[in-house]
């Protein structure tokens, strides 16, 4: 995998045996948080690194399933007495509140936290004031104060769903697809397996993974008959798999992968509707998966938080387009993105995208116009074989 542009800060390695600073505590910090990503919906995956007062790694932990012990009390755990005069470095804001669990700002007094330091603020107005409590108690608290492209890989991470919840009161959405470089993504008589590469198509597994549910239209049940589960390279389910769920009025194929107790369908043209739904199950986190004219009905009525474009240097010329009638009739209602990342996975291109961000909001570090910041020295033709028995695709 070649990167084009840098895509935030390295991931944290093992744990360092000597002292470490803020900075590099939350990137172990935030690497903790990623590896429960998909599994704390509807609490946040957070992370947190508990230092000893000698500035050495004395707890790591992360945000326990729904019920479970926050990243805090996990890492503070870990620590035992070394918590004692040290440092608690947090991706997020510790919770002031008594929800499933008691506040987090109490575990981090108890244990003798001296001070914290905290990459994101809590927008959520019933758990905030974690700062201001542990102030009150006498601790140092900082908020966002670290190296800006760390705070910056907190809340574009294993966060932004959550974040985006809180501030919207709806669950984030991320429009997934797959087209040629002319925006195809099926050939004249409707094939369409593969377009991109099995690197691509594995990432589309690890991502449902993370998402807490997955949403076709009925279109792309009839036509795919996807099983919409989480594999990996082998075909075997992940240990976490999303919620599936089908837009539309028709059935699904009786027999067909989606024709399943577990299965949501949400009979409906209304994209509200769907995000109602999910919002009721607790979803925070969405994956739309939908063929055109669903992905298109999401875009018209701004339900679309992120898009994410593989896109294969290959054309068809002819062929249903990747996205159906978005609302746009005119140029001046055109829907510009703003790149956050541009990545080759595989032989393929990944542009991951932000709707409705500021420009340059989530620019990478580093990246000017026109710069190359990486070339590729050789093509991948073994990545466009559909032969490669990599186990992933619907
Ligand atoms: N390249 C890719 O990334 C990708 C991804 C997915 C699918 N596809 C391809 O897309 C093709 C299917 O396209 P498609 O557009 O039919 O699939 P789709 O968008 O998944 O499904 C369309 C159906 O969704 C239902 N629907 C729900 N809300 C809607 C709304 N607001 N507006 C319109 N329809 C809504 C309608 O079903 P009812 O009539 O039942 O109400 C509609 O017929 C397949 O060939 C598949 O291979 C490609």
Do not use: Y
């Not at 506040?103 to 994101?120: N, S, Y």
């Not at 009025?249 to 509200?272: E, F, K, Q, Y």
Request: charged share 15%; net charge negative; aromatic share 2%.
């Amino acid at each position: 995998m070649t990167r084009l542009t840098p895509a935030g800060p390295t991931p944290a390695g093992p744990t360092p045996a000597g002292p470490v600073g803020p900075d590099d505590a939350m990137r172990i910090a935030l690497a903790a948080s990623a590896r429960v990503h998909g599994t704390t919906s509807p609490n946040p995956p957070v992370g947190c690194v508990v230092l000893a007062a000698d500035g050495t790694v004395a707890g790591v932990g992360a945000t326990a399933p729904p019920g479970g012990p926050h990243a805090e009390v996990v890492a503070l755990a870990q620590a035992g007495e070394r918590a004692r005069g040290g440092t608690a470095v947090v991706t997020l804001e510790p919770c002031a509140h008594h929800g499933r669990t008691p506040p987090c700002t109490d575990a981090l007094r108890a244990a003798g936290i001296a001070a914290v330091h905290v990459a994101v603020a809590d927008p959520n107005p019933v758990a905030a004031g974690g700062a201001e409590a542990l102030r009150a108690a006498g601790l140092t608290v900082t908020v966002g104060t670290l190296a800006p492209d760390i705070v910056d890989a907190v809340a574009a991470g294993p966060l932004r769903a959550w974040l985006h919840a809180q501030r919207t009161g709806r669950p984030h959405v991320t429009w997934k697809f797959a087209a040629t470089l002319d925006g195809r993504s099926a050939a004249a008589d409707g094939t369409s397996r593969w377009i991109t590469g099995p690197a691509a198509r594995a990432r589309v597994h690890t991502l449902r993974a993370t998402s807490d549910a997955v949403v076709v239209g009925t279109g792309t049940a009839l036509a795919d008959d996807p099983a919409l589960t989480a594999r990996d390279v082998d075909g075997t389910p992940l240990a976490r798999q999303p919620l599936r769920v089908v837009a539309g009025l028709r059935d699904v194929a009786p027999g067909s992968h989606l024709d399943a107790p577990d299965v949501l369908h949400v009979r409906t043209h209304d994209p509200d509707e769907v995000i109602a739904a999910l919002h009721a199950r607790g979803v925070v986190d969405v994956l739309l998966e939908g063929g055109p004219r669903l992905a298109g009905a999401f875009l018209a009525a701004g339900r679309v938080d992120r898009v994410l474009a593989h896109v294969a240097p290959a054309l068809l010329g002819a062929g249903a387009a990747a996205l159906g009638d978005a609302g746009v009739g005119t140029i001046g209602d055109i829907l510009r993105l703003h790149v956050a990342r541009v990545e080759l996975v595989g032989g393929d291109i990944l542009i991951d995208a932000l709707v409705g961000a500021a420009p340059g909001a989530a620019a990478p570090a580093g990246a000017a116009d026109g710069q190359v910041v990486a070339t590729v020295s050789a093509p991948r033709p073994a990545d466009r074989s559909g032969s490669t028995p990599d186990g992933s695709g619907p």
